[in-house]
């Protein structure tokens, strides 16, 4: 004898209630900060399958290794790969400047 088979009861659900099964089920997250309005994405180490360069530290992320992606809302093209950590620090960071060994520091 096979296995019963359980069929769902009741009618299919309205276009509408999908789009927010789709919006719950996404692993997408809205972020708002100083210069915009982010879709951030975090990326586990199991999906990442090539290195990317952070945009905060300038270093290579190497595969397989957890981060970040984030973009603009309505940027898709301007997507950025991030370490979490540059992600979450990237509004302390200050601009690099580059000083003579004999200028004074402040």
């Not at 019963?4 to 789009?19: A, Q, V």
């Amino acid at each position: 004898m096979s296995p019963r088979r359980n069929k769902p009861k009741g009618k299919p659900k309205h276009s509408e209630n999908l789009d927010e099964r789709e919006i719950t089920t996404s692993n997408d997250s809205v972020e708002e900060h100083n210069d915009g309005i982010y879709v951030v994405r975090k990326i586990s180490g199991s999906t990442s399958n090539k290195p990317y360069r952070c945009p905060g530290c300038d270093q290579l992320i190497p595969m397989a290794t957890p981060h970040t992606v984030a973009w603009l809302e309505h940027d898709q093209d301007g997507r950025r790969h991030w370490h979490n950590v540059c992600w979450t620090k990237r509004n302390l960071r200050q601009s690099k400047v580059e000083r003579t060994r004999n200028a004074p520091r402040y």
